[in-house]
């Protein structure tokens, strides 16, 4: 079982859906968890940070499910522009930090 | 303001040459990393630098090595490249380490024949 896990996709959506990513981890020990953005062949961008309460910024929100070992990231009314690659990234501190990255979703929105 | 800059973009090897990417930052950040990314996988972690002077052998650092000497700068060595480490090469720095934001450069492609 791969320590990250991400569903690859691609997830393809109409313009103003609402689409939902879940990425699973197998450390309890992990104590830190991102979201990035990496468009075709450029570079990953944070997105956001996702906190144990939940985070929401625009149109996007993250949530934390410790209980279930898994992050997930809701985007509403999406955007021709948020076409990309979502990354998870699942930090873990135990005698040095281990940054772990998922392989990545695939989200394709059409007009 | 640069951000992270990385030199070469693009860059083919022969089996057995060497060379040595070069990562730049600006942004006065302590930590630096060296990740490749391969099709379908996840970055992986090459080595890292928590500052001037330092390296830490990440999660694949055989094949390659590292040095720091200057707070802004961070290289990446190939001796002898092979096949398996075509890939594409991001460095990334952070300010406070593995809980903060990562800015990534632009990224090197990487083929080695």
């Known amino acids: 079982r791969k320590e990250v896990e991400q569903d690859p996709g691609p997830f393809n959506v109409p313009e103003g859906a609402t689409v939902a990513f879940n990425c699973t981890y197998s450390n309890s020990a992990s104590q830190s968890f991102f979201w990035y953005r990496q468009d075709c062949r450029k570079e990953p961008k944070l997105l956001m940070s996702?906190?144990?309460s939940g985070n929401e910024d625009g149109r996007f929100t993250a949530q934390l499910n410790r209980a279930s070992q898994y992050i997930s990231l809701l985007i509403r009314d999406s955007k021709l522009s948020d076409s990309a690659t979502y990354l998870c990234?699942?930090?873990?501190?135990?005698?040095?930090?281990?940054?772990?990255f998922g392989a990545g979703t695939r989200l394709f929105v059409k007009a | 303001n640069a951000g992270v800059t990385q030199t070469p973009k693009f860059r083919v090897l022969k089996t057995g040459q060497s060379m040595t990417l070069l990562c730049a930052q600006d942004m006065n950040h302590e930590y630096m990393y060296w990740y490749r990314q391969d099709p379908g996988m996840g970055l992986r972690l090459i080595h890292y630098s928590v500052g001037e002077g330092t390296t830490a052998k990440g999660e694949v650092p055989d094949g390659y090595n590292v040095s720091r000497l200057k707070k802004q700068n961070f290289l990446l060595g190939l001796e002898s490249a092979a096949p398996s480490q075509t890939s594409v090469y991001f460095c990334?720095?952070?300010?406070?380490?593995?809980?903060?934001?990562?800015?990534f450069g632009q990224g090197t492609r990487l083929t080695v024949v």
């Open positions: 990234v699942v930090n873990t501190h135990t005698g040095g930090f281990k940054t772990i």
């Open positions: 990334a720095s952070s300010y406070g380490g593995p809980n903060t934001e990562a800015f």
């Open positions: 996702v906190y144990s």
